[in-house]
């Protein structure tokens, strides 16, 4: 009410630049981020200048800042696009990302608005030269089984996507939107004669540093694993690397600091502790890394973890990058990339069921879905007839998801470990990502379609 109270004001030109700073501050909370958002748009030009302040410094809420340029693209006026382009190189990745779509919609909706090619090609640089590292550390990797398939490696690919997603949402300031889709469809057909003609198209549609950029990211891009793009890097070099990410900049590596710290211990790569000890002891690093670090220290002291402890410590004492782990073998969970699972573990909680406890009543609200660490759950009431969910199994999905009460009683007929994600923090993780939600379509019409999902 209080925010739209303000917006009626906005709206008849009565702005009180006291407004701005609070407004701009809560568009981090998801449930009221959309009225902020409105209420800046109706303060139209004044809101500009306190708008690109709160986006560009690196001690705001990486939320906050990430929520920005959506709502300059929103003004929509000649300044908010001179906002964005001042500042197409900040260092975190999906702050960059919103930047380039909130340009890309700028220019889609209104005349007069044009980025220089300069500007692009600069920020193409970025993008491929970060594309390029992390490639060559991938491809490191790929020469040991266990870590080719690890969350790191999983982590790497999803940024590597990312960083690709950014290389075409600047080409769309450059050609038309609708060619530079067809040509990411092509560069990331598994068909050779179409990737063939969409690098033949972006080669001749563009020029100068772009197009060098471009065929460099392409290059790189369809080069075999294996190949050792660069033969010096070490798989401990790597992994020293990315536990050192700089996070102040770069907010968006938290994923490739707790994966490497994860490998770390995997490893009993004894190294990286100092820099963990780092993460650990720094205040101002995000909760999910402190946690990682908390867990990879106790399990990096050789006299208090053996080799193999790892594997004998259960669930309740994991960090967030344990759960994730475990979450990648749910099947609901099977389409989601690193990235997106370890923002789901970051709001899922470990819970202890005895056996013969009831974990909800049919007919109750549905507010958690439920994934087996180990033990079993019998549903019973179910339409389909009763069943048990054993381990790396999943319930109370379908209630969530249709919004109904509880179709069956599920108990616990033994001693039980659950991973609980609550449905409100599961819906927030969800508005905040539309790759989640496409993946998550995508296996909920598979198990629909088996009739496999409760």
Known sequence: AAIAGVRRRMERREVNPLYLPRLIAVMGNRRIRKAAREALIAAREGAIPALELFMTSEDEDIRVRRAVPRTLARIGSVSAADALSEHMEVGDLWLRSEVFAGLGSLRRRAAGINVTRRRIALALEVEIREYRELRGYLDTLASEPDLASSPMADMLRSR???????????????????????????VRSGSVDQRAKAVEFLENALEGRIRKAVMSLVTVAEAEPGSRIDARTTVDAVIDRLVGCDLTRDPSQVGLVCTAMHAAVRRRRVFARERIRTLHDDEESPERVRDTARWALARLEP?????????????????????????????????????????????????????????????????????????????????TGDTEVGPEGRFGVLDILSGRRRQATATAVEDTRLVAIEAEDFFDVLADDIGIVRALFHKVVEMAEGNGLV
């Open 303 to 383: 006299e208090t973890a053996p080799l193999g402890a790892v594997e004998e410590v259960s669930v309740t004492a994991l960090a967030t990058i344990e759960i994730m782990s475990f979450l990648q073998q749910v099947d609901l969970f099977g389409f989601l990339g690193a990235e997106e699972t370890l923002r789901l573990a970051a709001v899922a909680s470990e819970r202890r069921v005895p056996s013969g406890e009831v974990i909800f009543r049919r007919d109750e609200p549905s507010d958690v879905l439920y994934c087996v660490v180990d033990g079993r759950v019998r549903l019973e009431g179910l339409p």
């Open 160 to 186: 590597l996507v990312a960083l690709a997603d950014n290389a075409f949402l600047l080409l769309e300031l450059v050609l038309r939107p609708t060619d530079v889709h067809a040509a990411r469809r092509g």
